[in-house]
């Protein structure tokens, strides 16, 4: 039997979601180093090339990639990949999202390798401005969106910034463009063995921007662990289940976490027995 992982990222400790943006600061040296998720590039390359066109967008010039590509792998060559920033994207388990400040002062999305996406689909996003990649989110606008594209204008090259997210899923699947898919299949599990149903999706997110472009690159690596490794210490099992309860009720809507309630409870019940 293979071992189960202790979790890399358990953000729930830090309290519930919100929407504010919550970034922070990071040593530079750690932005995309350790890959946490390295055990799943074979299957990343896989899915870049046999389905392009839904996890790979470029609107912009290929010569702005050759920076992007430095920055992430050392290297702007596109060596056996069609572009440098797929080239990139290849050395490493997050998803590479390239924004830049058009004439009129508004980040737009104008490049991606999206292998993992949360519910969202890159070709409805790519060339949006930062409302648009926002929405729907509840109360995502003018407020946060406005706090977001300050911190992009003011964002320094050298500085990375940090956020998580994080939700559950039935299923380890990575690429998740859309989750009716979960969402029915949460509802035909039984209460019974939820614990080893649900399993923990986090996105870790990081924000920089390159100094010969002014471009800003935003990563997300998904990490997927069994909820019952998530659960397994008592302190965790609360602090989880504190920070499920505590969500804003409209945050908890958009996120699909209605559906899930029924099973993260059984899951809850079921650790506390375990344990």
Known sequence: MTPVRRPPYLPFLSGPLSLAPGLKPIDPESWLAPDTEAHVLEDKRALMRSQRADVFALDAPESRMAPVAEQVSGSPEKCDWPTALEAAAATVSDDICVLMRDADGLWRLRAASLCAPTFWRLSEKIGEPLSGL???????????????????????????????????????????????????????????????????????????????????????????????????EAAHAEAFRAAWDGIDPVLAEYKGWPHYQRLVRAALAEAEISG
Do not use: C, Y
């Open 134 to 232: 926002h929405n729907p989110v509840p109360g995502a606008n003018p407020g946060m969106v406005g706090r977001i594209h300050r911190m992009f204008d003011a964002l320094r090259p050298g500085q990375v910034l940090e956020r998580f997210n994080w939700t559950v899923q039935p299923g380890a699947d990575r690429f998740t463009p859309d989750q009716a898919p979960f969402k029915a299949k949460a509802a035909a599990l039984p209460d019974d063995g939820a614990l080893d149903a649900l399993w923990f999706r986090v996105e870790r997110q990081t924000i920089s921007k390159l100094e010969a472009t002014g471009d800003v690159i935003f990563t997300i690596r998904v990490a997927i662990d069994p909820l019952r490794a998530v659960l397994s």
